[in-house]
């Protein structure tokens, strides 16, 4: 019995600027308790306690949704907290995404950003199995919490003596109920944010300004948990950044107008203080006007995001690649929070389509990020416009009229990822009202067979543009967003081959696009955009037609021009896959393998832990590329592990049997490796590879199939039958 659904909205009664609220329910429990409910969500960030115990194990609740339509609930098993007499349940709310409102659309009529809203019930259940239900408006009552100020950019103030009432005031507050409607109610439907890893404090430094900072020794995005003593109402400050800079000073300029700012109020007593209802991206923290010695043992990062379920590994004899590996595994983690966000440090931590759409397939070879994406594609399906554009951030805040090539895209290439890897073609169906609107919105805006106009980001952040520009470039927009068209009717038609449609009339869209495509941007065998990423996206998308092999050598013939890679957030996924799968392997080895600027080797020299947002955030000569926009966990260029895992590895599931039913092994090595090896805990089992250099010049190959897994192995050419359990080759 769904009793959440019964409950009132308890508004507060007053409006909320930063600061949180608390909503006190205090009730009596009979003796003979044999169960205990407690289902809550919030208009707002929520963290509940009861007798005094925090509720749960997740933080950040109940996590990001649009808001409009979908507001997940949370049913919590509360009877080992229960005691016999009287109990108080306490709920804190504060703001949190909800900073994010739209007045103007906003589902309630009166209900402003300076709100929050709270639905709680408590059901317990006697021995004889009664149930009763206590959510009452009129057994609450509220008032304003310690947590003095509370925003997910700009950190809390937190004051442990706060005291709500005036001198003869009464305590508390009365909510008022809200009239919302219970129908945008659901349960959890995505993974819990949680506390997943706790790192020490590694050094406290002194920087050339004299600034004393402490260092984790690793980026990431969540929040310090520290120990606090003595002061005297004076604001004990924790700031906290993610890079030094040149000199090797605090360095906070990217975060632009976000404080992640900590304040404590200290009152001569200890206290161990983390915040509930923000996070933090960083690696390092500054303390000011620390009332007691800065002690190591004291301070603790503790790294926040999804609970996901780790099932993949990757390992080989290049130690850079490894640490390349941890670095994408560690942005991944960072910015998995709830939705795939962009970042997590600056005023922004939102879910773009585009960064999205490009890291889908590498992230399911190291979560399982499958409810993750259930959750969060059915915010997106529930943000398409009637003409089937797709906003550029997930969960949406804003729209600027256009929905871009490369972003939009997500509405198709996420869920055809879920399909390919997990196996469930639920999520097609789910799915494919929204895939179709996209495809369409192109389809409507096609003139002589091509897709004109709109606004795109382009090949954001690529190296073939002027300095210091963010999109545009050498390839034009007309080329990307028509390449992209192609993809994802592709990708459509395929689902809707599983889900038994009729696609003729998309089969024969998709063969005039590709006729118009190869008319326009294809002549005397080459492509007429002469650049990595065109000639990439050209290859990948399968739309070099006759002309594959030349524009191959001519993508080989760029890159060995200039001795790197020059592609953006739109054609870096694809650019080792289209050389690779034409005959040109070792080139890219060469990219992947390069050290200098630029390249994903690159930002190691610099002390990376994570993935950067820029080639060139961190530049050689120690400059930033800009304060404005230079996140330093940032995972989108990470999407290179998807060409490490399957053909590094040569791990590749089939499509004609998705979620690893069918296999075929074909790992492509190089002598500058001496061993690699990935693995991944699949819906069949545990696969994985691992390909060894021998003595004598030969290559063993150790592969591991799942039972009931059909399974092949691609071997100097030739096509060799697996079996289950562990397979061994010569070659």
């Not at 409910?37 to 509940?48: D, E, H, K, T, W």
């Not at 309630?108 to 006697?126: M, N, R, Y």
Request: glycine share 8%; aromatic share 12%.
């Amino acid at each position: 019995m769904d009793h959440v659904l019964k409950a009132p909205w308890l508004r507060y009664p007053q409006p909320i600027e930063e600061q949180a609220a608390e909503f006190i329910l205090e009730f009596d429990a009979p003796t003979d308790v044999t169960g205990a409910i407690l289902q809550c969500s919030a208009l707002g960030v929520y963290y509940a306690q009861l007798n005094g115990s925090k509720v749960g194990d997740q933080v950040l609740a109940p996590g990001w949704t649009n808001y409009r339509k979908r507001l997940q609930y949370e049913t919590y098993d509360v009877l080992s907290l229960i005691k016999e007499g009287k109990n108080v349940l306490s709920i804190e709310v504060a703001k949190g995404w909800r900073m994010h409102a739209r007045e103007k659309d906003w589902i309630q009529p009166g209900f402003s950003q300076k709100e929050i809203a709270l639905i709680a019930c408590i059901v317990l259940t006697d021995a004889e199995g009664k149930e009763t239900v206590i959510d009452k408006k009129d057994k609450w009552k509220c008032r304003e919490s310690k947590t003095r100020f509370a925003n997910l950019y700009d950190g809390e103030v937190y004051d442990p003596q706060y005291r709500f009432a005036r001198p003869g005031a009464s305590d508390f507050l009365q909510p008022s109920e809200l009239k919302l409607p219970h129908e945008i109610l659901i349960p959890r439907q995505g993974e819990k944010i949680k506390e997943i890893e706790e790192l020490p404090a590694k050094a406290i430094l002194k920087t050339p300004n004299g600034e004393t900072i402490i260092d984790f020794g690793q980026n990431i995005s969540g929040y310090v948990r520290f120990r606090i003593r003595g002061g005297d109402r004076a604001p004990a400050i924790l700031l906290h950044a993610e890079t030094l800079d040149a000199a090797g000073n605090f360095y906070t300029k990217n975060l632009r107008s976000a404080q992640q700012r900590i304040t404590f109020i200290p009152d001569g007593a200890e206290h161990t203080y983390q915040p509930k209802f923000t996070w933090q991206g960083f690696r390092y923290v500054q303390p000011l006007h620390w009332p007691c010695e800065l002690r190591l043992e004291d301070f603790t990062a503790v790294a926040v995001h999804s609970d996901l379920k780790r099932t993949g590994h990757f390992a080989c004899s290049e130690p850079d690649l490894n640490r390349l590996y941890e670095n994408i595994v560690w942005s991944m983690r960072d910015n998995y929070l709830d939705v795939p966000t962009d970042c997590p440090q600056r005023d922004e931590r939102l879910g773009w389509t585009g960064d999205a759409q490009v890291f889908v397939r590498t992230a399911t070879y190291i979560y399982d990020v499958e409810r993750f994406f259930d959750k969060w594609l059915a915010d997106l399906a529930s943000e398409q416009f009637a003409d089937g554009g797709i906003p550029h951030v997930i969960p949406r805040i804003f729209w600027d009229g256009d929905s871009s090539c490369g972003w939009a895209d997500a509405a198709v290439v996420c869920p055809w990822r879920m399909y390919l890897t997990y196996g469930n073609k639920s999520i097609l169906v789910k799915q494919y009202n929204s895939m179709q609107g996209w495809i369409d919105y192109m389809r409507r805006r096609t003139k002589d067979g091509l897709w004109v106009g709109g606004g795109h980001f382009g090949d954001w952040l690529n190296l073939d543009g002027p300095e210091g520009t963010s999109s545009g470039g050498a390839t034009p927009h007309l080329l990307l967003q028509n390449a992209f068209f192609a993809y994802s009717t592709s990708l459509f038609i395929q689902a809707g081959d599983v889900l038994g449609l009729d696609m003729a009339e998309y089969e024969a869209s998709l063969d005039a696009l590709k006729t118009a495509y190869q008319k326009e941007f294809i002549a005397d065998g080459i492509c007429t955009v002469p650049t990595q990423t065109a000639c990439a996206l050209t290859l990948y998308f399968g739309l070099a037609g006759a002309d594959r092999e030349s524009i191959a050598a001519q993508l080989a013939g760029l890159v060995r021009e200039c001795g790197h890679l020059k592609t953006g957030f739109l054609g870096t996924p694809y650019l080792l896959h289209a050389l690779s799968d034409n005959g040109y392997a070792d080139l890219a080895y060469d990219l992947l393998l390069h050290k200098d600027f630029p390249g994903w080797l690159y930002p190691l020299s610099r002390g990376a832990t994570t993935m950067w947002e820029h080639w060139d955030g961190l530049k050689p000569d120690g400059t930033m590329w800009s304060d404005g926009m230079n996140s330093f966990n940032h995972y989108a260029y990470g999407a290179v592990y998807d060409w490490m895992f399957s053909t590094m590895c040569g791990i590749r599931e089939q499509a004609d049997a998705p979620g690893f039913k069918h296999i075929v092994f074909a790992p492509i090595s190089d002598n500058r490796i001496s061993y690699a090896e990935a693995s991944l805990e699949t819906r069949q089992g545990l696969v994985s590879s691992r390909w060894e250099r021998q003595t004598d010049g030969t290559v063993l190959y150790t592969f591991q199939v799942p039972p009931g897994t059909a399974a092949e192995a691609l071997l100097a050419g030739k096509l060799l039958p697996l079996k289950a359990g562990t397979n061994t080759f010569t070659a």
